[in-house]
Nanobody, 123 residues
Framework: QLQVVESGGGLVQPGGSLRLSCAASGFILDYYYIGWFRQAPGKEREGVSCISSGEGSTKYADSVKGRFTISRDNAKSTVYLQMNNLKPEDTAVYYC????????????????WGQGTQVTVSS
């Protein structure tokens, strides 16, 4: 049974950092695309970052470029999202998702979703 589970969210002040983890089970991580998405109350879900299978190419939403970094540790079956210089507008529930294939990793349809982890950026 393929599962992804997010962790690492919490409360942080503006300018602070968090590292989110997406732990994968039931599949070989390197064979799947992993995307990070977020949804704030009253807003549409937004693709934040993604990493491809195999070569591990990455993509970022314009709103997080230069601040967030996605990475993959196949040995640990975990994908990370390092979030630096956090802003209040980053406040959202963050989800990771997995798909064997997607046409474009920030907008494609993902089959498997985690439960979400809350990130709150506030002073």
């Amino acid at each position: 049974q393929l599962q992804v589970v997010e962790s690492g969210g919490g409360l942080v002040q503006p300018g602070g950092s968090l590292r989110l983890s997406c732990a994968a089970s039931g599949f070989i991580l390197d064979y799947y695309y992993i995307g990070w998405f977020r949804q704030a109350p009253g807003k549409e879900r937004e693709g934040v970052s993604c990493i491809s299978s195999g070569e591990g190419s990455t993509k970022y939403a314009d709103s997080v470029k230069g601040r967030f970094t996605i990475s993959r540790d196949n040995a640990k079956s975990t994908v990370y999202l390092q979030m630096n210089n956090l802003k209040p507008e980053d406040t959202a529930v963050y989800y990771c998702a997995a798909a064997r294939l997607v046409g474009e990793c920030l907008t494609g349809i993902y089959r498997y979703w985690g439960q979400g982890t809350q990130v709150t950026v506030s002073s």
